[in-house]
């Protein structure tokens, strides 16, 4: 059986920031076993999974993301934006616009340290739409 949902998630300043318990509250109970998948309706964000205990991890993130794809750079065409767009267009494609994410025992079978990561690579990014596809 396949249910799905979509949802905005509200403002969120630039940066990662931890989505997991967004993403629950917006959804049914989960099955006893299945997939979730997440997807964002959006170019100048993305979706991950990485540690959700650390709050330095995500500024980390933001730091390097930043140091890897620079803004401003002069060979950008793309820049009647402002000078995030360009550079939020590309650190969207290297993170990626879905996850998957096993269910087991009506849980996400996440690891311990795992959350789910909204990458705001715009500094106005505004509301950003998720569809969930739970096939179980």
């Known amino acids: 059986m396949i249910h799905q949902v979509e949802f905005s998630?509200?403002?969120y300043s630039r940066g990662f920031h931890i989505i997991t318990s967004e993403i629950l509250k917006?959804?049914?109970e989960l099955p006893e076993k299945g997939i979730l998948h997440v997807f964002?309706?959006?170019t100048s964000a993305g979706l991950t999974i990485n540690e959700n205990a650390?709050?330095?991890?995500l500024t980390d993130f933001e730091s390097s993301f930043n140091h890897i794809v620079k803004?401003?750079?002069p060979f950008y065409k793309?820049?009647?934006e402002g000078s995030d767009d360009m550079p939020a267009?590309?650190?969207s494609s290297l993170v990626g616009s879905s996850i998957s994410i096993p269910i087991t025992n009506y849980k996400l079978n996440l690891g311990v340290w795992q959350g789910i990561y909204l990458c705001e690579?715009?500094?106005n990014g505004g509301n950003r739409n998720l569809v969930i596809t739970i096939n179980s």
């Open 9 to 11: 998630l509200p403002r």
């Open 26 to 28: 917006n959804i049914e």
């Open 40 to 42: 964002i309706k959006h």
């Open 54 to 57: 650390d709050p330095t991890v």
């Open 71 to 73: 803004e401003n750079e």
């Open 78 to 80: 793309h820049t009647y």
């Open 89 to 91: 267009h590309i650190k």
């Open 121 to 123: 690579f715009r500094n």
